[in-house]
C-alpha cells in the first residue's frame, strides 16, 4: 500500500503563485500514472494536470500555460506549481497515483491540501 502525502497549500492574493508537492511513502514502480485534482466548495473532483509512464502530460484548460506539474522519480514526489492564481482555482488539491502491480491496477489518493486564492 502506498501513502501519498501532500503539503503546499495556502492562502494567496490573486496572481500569486503556490508550489505543491506529493511524496509517496514508497518507491514505486510501473507507475501509469500520477497527478492532481481540484475539488472545489459543492463541486465535483477535477483533473488538473496528469503525467504518464510515457511523459505526456495533461492539463485542464483552465490552468494551461500558469500551472506546470512535474515528477522527481528519485524522491518519488510529484509537484504542482501554480503561477498566476485566480480565485477560481480554490479548492482542496488531490494527489493520485495509478500504477500496476503484477498486472492489477492500483489507484491511491492523497488527504487533499487546501488552496485558497483571494481576490
Known amino acids: 500500500q502506498v501513502q501519498l502525502v501532500e503539503s503546499g497549500g495556502g492562502l494567496v492574493q490573486a496572481g500569486g503563485s503556490l508550489r505543491l508537492s506529493c511524496a509517496a511513502s514508497?518507491?514505486?514502480?510501473?507507475?501509469?500514472?500520477m497527478g492532481w485534482y481540484r475539488q472545489g466548495p459543492g463541486n465535483q473532483r477535477d483533473s488538473v494536470a496528469r503525467?504518464?509512464?510515457?511523459?505526456?502530460?495533461n492539463y485542464a484548460d483552465s490552468v494551461k500555460g500558469r500551472f506546470t506539474i512535474s515528477r522527481d522519480n528519485t524522491k518519488n514526489t510529484v509537484y504542482l506549481q501554480m503561477n498566476s492564481l485566480k480565485p477560481e482555482d480554490t479548492g482542496v488539491y488531490y494527489c493520485?497515483?495509478?500504477?500496476?502491480?503484477?498486472?492489477?491496477?492500483?489507484?491511491?489518493w492523497g488527504q487533499g491540501t487546501q488552496v485558497t486564492v483571494s481576490a
Open positions: 503525467i504518464f509512464d510515457s511523459g505526456t502530460i
Open positions: 493520485n497515483v495509478i500504477y500496476f502491480v503484477m498486472g492489477r491496477r492500483e489507484e491511491y
Open positions: 514508497k518507491r514505486i514502480f510501473s507507475i501509469n500514472a
